[in-house]
T-cell receptor, first 114, second 109 residues
Framework: IAGITQAPTSQILAAGRRMTLRCTQD?????MYWYRQDLGLGLRLIHY???????GKGEVPDGYSVSRANTDDFPLTLASAVPSQTSVYFC?????????????FGPGTRLTVL | GQNIDQPTEMTATEGAIVQINCTYQ??????LFWYQQHAGEAPTFLSY??LDGLEEKGRFSSFLSRSKGYSYLLLKELQMKDSASYLC??????????WGAGTKLIIKP
């Protein structure tokens, strides 16, 4: 693994189903983030983690949950998917959550909820 | 509220210079980033400004004026591969990034 990976690449999901998007980084970064990107809107932060064992809510956390059991993995779970969660999801990481730390992005997961 | 404004789309000619503007109103300011995003790909880091002035990095330069809540990204000697979206993002008082919707730059031969 080099950098940050996400799985699956894309997924079509029936409304009401549960779904977990996976994110793994091998850069030993402390901070990790989940964003969604919708046409015409900027990236919006869903949840973040400043270090393993801690998580926080971003701008649009409703309907999503995360966990950070270790440094490398930061899965995002949709408990009961709804069509408004159709989006492209990006996971990102940075060395720390402090000022000036560049965020590195995974390739994204394109999710369609029908 | 927090707001980042960028033009939605710009067109420029190969070999020319283009300036992409970004204005922001955020709760606090702890730096401004520019990212490049090619269609269907992830954003990648271009530049970071935290003090007023110009930061130059090869063909790309970024300028910041904190008093005016204003930044621009300057791209010189445009190449076809520069066709992409350019995202402006500000670190707010909570150290979270607030993102603009991005500027789609179209390069014509």
């Amino acid at each position: 693994i080099a950098g940050i990976t996400q799985a699956p690449t894309s997924q079509i999901l029936a409304a009401g189903r549960r779904m977990t998007l996976r994110c793994t980084q091998d850069m030993r970064h402390n901070a990790m983030y989940w964003y969604r990107q919708d046409l015409g809107l900027g990236l919006r932060l869903i949840h973040y983690s400043n270090t393993a064992g801690t998580t926080g809510k971003g701008e649009v956390p409703d309907g999503y949950s995360v966990s950070r059991a270790n440094t490398d993995d930061f899965p995002l779970t949709l408990a009961s998917a709804v069509p408004s969660q159709t989006s492209v999801y990006f996971c990102a990481s940075s060395d720390s959550s402090g000022v000036g730390n560049e965020q590195f992005f995974g390739p994204g997961t394109r999710l369609t909820v029908l | 509220g927090q707001n980042i404004d960028q033009p939605t789309e710009m067109t420029a000619t190969e070999g020319a210079i283009v300036q992409i503007n970004c204005t922001y109103q955020t709760s606090g300011f702890n730096g401004l980033f520019w990212y490049q995003q090619h269609a269907g790909e992830a954003p990648t880091f271009l530049s970071y400004n935290v003090l007023d002035g110009l930061e130059e990095k090869g063909r790309f330069s970024s300028f910041l004026s904190r008093s005016k809540g204003y930044s621009y990204l300057l791209l010189k000697e445009l190449q076809m591969k520069d066709s992409a979206s350019y995202l402006c993002a500000v670190t707010d008082s909570n150290y979270q990034l607030i993102w603009g919707a991005g500027t789609k730059l179209i390069i014509k031969p």
